[in-house]
């Protein structure tokens, strides 16, 4: 196919190896999406690797000003916790573009709603280049998250690095194959409006505010906000845009047509399909948790 010029500021220079799509057309794909964005994969990592090294070092020696949680300190003496700052100030940046770059696209300019072709066949394999981007930015900070993880005791169980795993790969097929940038502008982007608060409501955990200041009453309303998004945007668009997104993955198998568009790749398709099953189990199930913390401010 033919080249396009990324318009990000970041990577003014970058090459996209396809094209937009027309009206009725479905372009084909491309050849590689991480040979075009091996370059930006290397700078985010690097990004974030530099943030968090330099946080890290900067609150080595803070248990005097940011005290951690009892529970976050050996044998619960005081104790200075840079990684746990340092990786929630990290983690901000990458959900901060995933979560303003989705709502932008799937509220404001409606770009997967007007660019992407109304049929199977655009919403699973045309291309889009903000999905381009998340699918990237999934990928660059799911394998910057993984090692990253392996140094911090709280974040390395099997669970957390399994998760980073699975969602890592899914950041990376949508940036490979182009594959389903319409619904990656929601699964990678809408889905993270709600870890924005979330950070904040995390690191209030590992390190409580005092009541009556500031960073109480932030977090205070932070709180609520999560919980209202992650309803809207985590169970009920959810739910919503995961039948969609069966009804037509399902079809493209059943009509021969994925086998044209992406021949050898159905593994790919049946990926997203479980984990789609996976993921959903885990939105209910932390749903669940937030509404029992909900109830216990009625007791």
Known sequence: GRTQHSSLSLFPSMTVATEQPKCNETPPAIPSGFEAMKK?????????????????????DSASYLRPADEFCPEGVPC???DLAAFQASSLIAILFCGFTGFYAWHISQTPHKKIPKTIEGRIFAYLKESHWLGTFNFSFQLW??????????????IMLTHHILAGLGGYFCMEYQYLH??????????????????????????PPTEGTFYH???????????????????????????EFWIDCTKSLKSGSHDRYRPGKRYICYYFLGINIVLSFMQFYWFGLIVQEALKLFD
């Open 80 to 82: 200075s916790r840079p």
């Open 40 to 60: 930006p994969v290397f700078v985010l990592v690097t990004v974030l690797t530099v943030v968090y090294t330099t946080i890290y070092y900067f609150l080595k």
């Open 145 to 158: 998250d993984f090692f990253i993880s392996l140094t911090i005791p709280e974040h390395a169980t099997p």
């Open 182 to 207: 319409y619904y990656g502008a929601f699964f990678l982007g809408c889905s993270e409006i709600s870890s924005i608060f979330l950070v904040f409501v995390d690191f209030s955990r590992y390190f």
């Open 217 to 243: 009453a932030f977090i205070e309303i932070c709180k609520p906000l999560f919980a209202i998004t992650f309803l809207y945007y985590r169970v009920l668009l959810w739910i919503k845009i995961s039948y």
